[in-house]
Structure formats: structure tokens, C-alpha cells
């Protein structure tokens, strides 16, 4: 299944009291999103925030558990007045289908999971 948008950012301010921000594309997998904050001129990363140590992702996954309407990312704690907070999706596909030089494609060769 393809990634229906190519929109791979949101960036939201710190308020003090938030602690809940939507990612709201689509991506298949937990590590899939990156969460930053910067300080308010967005010049100085702060701290690259890790999963399940500074934030968690809630959200419904279909049956093969991708987050096809988005979800969001909870704190832990509530990111600080004036910092900017970046959510990030960075889907890597991999394939393991080589192709020689002159060969043909194959439709079926190609969708092998």
C-alpha cells in the first residue's frame, strides 16, 4: 500500500499546558514518525525525543497495523512555552528485488512482500 500524501512535517508551538499533537498522514509503523523540539527561532534542536521514553503514539491501526488516518504523539511531559515541536514521518521502503542489467520487470516479482 502506498503513502497517500507526500506531506512528511507538522510543527506546532509549545504552550505549557498541551501535551497532545496530531500527526495526522498516514504512516506504517511506531518508529516511522521522528519527534524534535527546537527552541523558538527553530535554530538549536533542544532534544531529539525518543519513543516510549518522551513520547508514546495513540492512534487506530488497520489489520496489517499501519496508522492509515494518522494518530497522535502524547508527551510525557508538556513541551515548555515557545518551543517547537516537529513531528516528522520517515518511511524508508526497502526492497530486496534485484535487477540485472537488460533484465525485464516483473509484475509479481515486484509486490512480494
Not at 53 to 74: E, H, K, L, P
Not at 86 to 93: G, K, T
Amino acid at each position: 500500500m502506498a503513502i497517500s500524501s507526500d506531506t512528511n512535517r507538522v510543527t506546532y508551538n509549545g504552550n505549557g499546558t498541551s501535551a497532545v499533537f496530531n500527526f495526522q498522514y498516514e504512516f506504517h509503523a511506531q518508529a516511522d514518525l521522528s519527534v524534535w523540539i527546537y527552541n523558538s527561532s527553530r535554530t538549536t534542536i533542544i532534544n531529539a525525543q525518543a519513543l516510549t521514553t518522551n513520547y508514546t503514539i495513540s492512534g487506530s491501526q488497520d489489520a496489517q497495523n499501519r496508522f492509515t488516518n494518522g494518530a497522535n504523539v502524547v508527551f510525557n511531559s508538556t513541551p515548555a512555552t515557545g518551543d517547537v515541536i516537529s513531528i516528522f514521518r520517515s518511511s524508508a521502503v526497502n526492497s530486496n528485488y534485484l535487477l540485472g542489467f537488460n533484465e525485464k520487470l516483473s509484475g509479481p516479482e515486484l509486490t512480494k512482500g
